[in-house]
């Protein structure tokens, strides 16, 4: 008989933790649904005490997809063991201290991610999730009826920004630029979420210059309500698994000690709206 998953909200909108599980030993399917329901239905799921190798992670997360490199930090960590990389996060706070999805310039960003704690600072290094889904329908109907109809252009160029690159580099042609529905349609729940993000998506693609960037910041500023959002203080081995359909993450950048992650991406599919 499998253990039961014993869940316990962080906010009512978004993150849970579970207790009672050790995700080292191979999961049975009644546990690997149960750990996916969890993270649907609550976008963020945090385990505590999970000491892994690269291999028992990568054994973890291939319980719930296929595990994929991560499109833009592809060339620094191509040989990664079962594609699950351990990074020092420091030289890359500036650039993920703004509310985003992962890969969502790619053109099938990641479906679920993971994220273990290794190495952190004394104190600060957080990271914040928000609900989109939420966040999608807390805006007046009008607005999504506007929204469901229009695509954005996500491309690296404000991440090359933040990281002092010159943005005519060569990332920002072919895979690194592509369109995708405003709103996004889930995939696996069919429910709608805000599908534009600070980091990657550069314009509103039927809307001109000035009214999307007023669109867009509009956006921007209503995501980071503390209503849809939550702020996780990591502990070391704590592992988080999230969806990355339709739940966005901000890291915050108040620390400059090491601060060493072990990551992992699951492949998505390419993104659709409603229409
Ligand atoms: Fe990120």
Redesign the pocket.
Known sequence: MAMQLELEKITPVVGVIAHGIDIAKPLVPEQVAAIRNAVLENGVLFFRDQGLTQETMGGFVGNFGEPCNDPFLISNYANAAGRVIEMNTVRYRKA?AVW???SSLAATPAAL?ALRAIELPPVGGDTCWSNMYAAYDALSAPLRDMLDRLTAEHSAFRVLKLMGINASDEYLDGEMRNIHPVVRVHPETGRKALFVNE?WTQKIVELDDQESEAILAMLFAHVQSPSFTMRWRWRKNDLALWDNRAFM?Y?VKDYTETRVLQKALLKGDRPYGPN
């Open positions: 993920t985003h999805y992962d991610m980091l993450h890291a």
